[in-house]
């Protein structure tokens, strides 16, 4: 029976006899470019001895298995492409080889399988010191050496292509990091996953979208995925969405110049980012409360809460994925986005009020929605108007019509605010708060409204810093 340590004793003496071919010509092998040198050494018996040890040895350890019907392999091959893109190439150049390269190289091929991690980098100029959680999420703030000793080959990644983004590399850029279990060892892709997503992605996927729209929660500022790692520590590192930040030139005297990210609106000093993160800190428990509807007994409740956790999910999605065509406290960068943004907002809103078919949509969003957020019957009726006047415009911009600028300058900003206080509110009130039946009564009754919406949301609210546009900011 072959075992996980003998397959480690065959793939082992394998690389060793490929290391020693290379000492051997290793005169012969600082002559040659990279090109030649590739194709000369992948057509070694050494290296063809690496790759079969390794395939037996993945099979053993069930690490990376692919079949497309042609070729049924497992584990990873040394070839001409990624002799030269990992660094192997240099490395064997080197009078003297890293110590860790061998094992480096045998857990690349071979395994044995490792968690796999997603890493978010985010559009926002935080001063963090320390890593924080969010929502199962650490927000951190990663150096070069974080970054290193994930990269793959991490012994010889001083001589490969460097797979970060330039703004991640230099420092100074937060992101949002998790061990994910959904991932599986592969290879990245030929064509690129971001440019595959981009074309073939029906609808926007947010991985990290809870600590995201918490973060877009608590202060005024939009924050978007500047770029999406998938992450296979020491063997694959692939940018799956976005091209990361731009690099933009930063000067303290108007001489010395030097290059930092080119954050976008939302900049905070070590003030704001404190409030920030005690307001993730509330509210995150309540957040994840509504990922538990697979824990709830009965079929029914279970049935409710899933399907509010599914629309709230897509609304968020819907509501976060318009922040790149956002610029400061919520303002559209483009006057010709405007109509479809509200179009897009108004949908959001939608979803999160109406929790089966229904007509009469702009009546029942404008009034639950201006119930569930509104402070005073001033602020009510305002919002029920501006929701109404929301649906006019959503209504042209479904027809291909072309809507009147009325309205057009303001609503966005006002549906911006009222959406994020919709968020914060039904987050609070948590996955059972039945929208429909509550905030109808509460349109009849003020103790209803004080007693299952005012007062429970005002016990955590209370607590939470003061945020801009999530109190009683009013657009006028």
Known sequence: MVTDSSAELALMPAIAAFLERAVKMRDELAAAGDAELAELVAAWPETRAVNAAASVAARIRRYLHYDDGVDDHWGRRLTRNNLRTLGVLDVLRRPEMPDRFPADLAAYLAGPPTPSERLVVIDAGLPLQRSHGICGWQLTQPTAADLDAVTPLPSSSQFAADPWD?????????????????????????????????????????????????????????????????????????????????????????????????????????????????????????????????????????????????????????????????????????????????????????????????????????????????????ERLEIRRAITHAYGIRSKVAHGDVPPDTHLKTLPQQLYIYLRRAFRDLIILGPRFDVATVCDDALMSAAVREQSIAGPVRQVVDRLPVVPGMRTQRMR
């Open 166 to 378: 330039s703004a991640l590399r230099l420092g100074g850029c937060c992101v949002l990091r998790r061990a994910s279990d959904d991932l599986e060892a592969r290879n990245p892709s030929v064509w690129g996953t971001a440019i595959l997503r981009s074309l073939f992605e029906p609808e926007l996927v947010i991985p990290a979208w809870e600590p995201l729209l918490l973060l877009n929660l608590a202060q005024a500022e939009r924050v978007i995925v500047a770029a999406e790692y998938e992450i296979e520590p020491g063997r694959m590192v692939e940018r799956v969405r976005g091209t990361g930040l731009d690099l933009v030139p930063a000067t303290s005297d108007g001489i010395d110049e030097w290059e930092e990210p080119g954050w976008g609106p939302c900049r905070l000093d070590e003030q704001e980012l404190a409030d920030v993160l005690t307001f993730t800190d509330i509210m995150s428990p309540l957040l994840l409360q509504w990922q538990t509807w697979n824990d709830v007994a009965n079929p029914s409740q279970r049935k409710a809460i899933k399907k509010a956790s599914e629309r709230l999910q897509g609304s968020a999605h819907r509501f976060l994925a318009l922040g790149p065509r956002l610029g400061s406290n919520g303002d559209v960068l483009y006057e010709r986005d405007r109509a479809e943004i509200i179009f897009w907002y108004t949908s959001a809103l939608e979803n999160l009020m109406i929790t089966d078919s229904s007509d009469e949509l702009s009546r029942k969003v404008s009034q639950r929605t201006a119930v569930l957020i509104g402070t005073d019957d001033d």
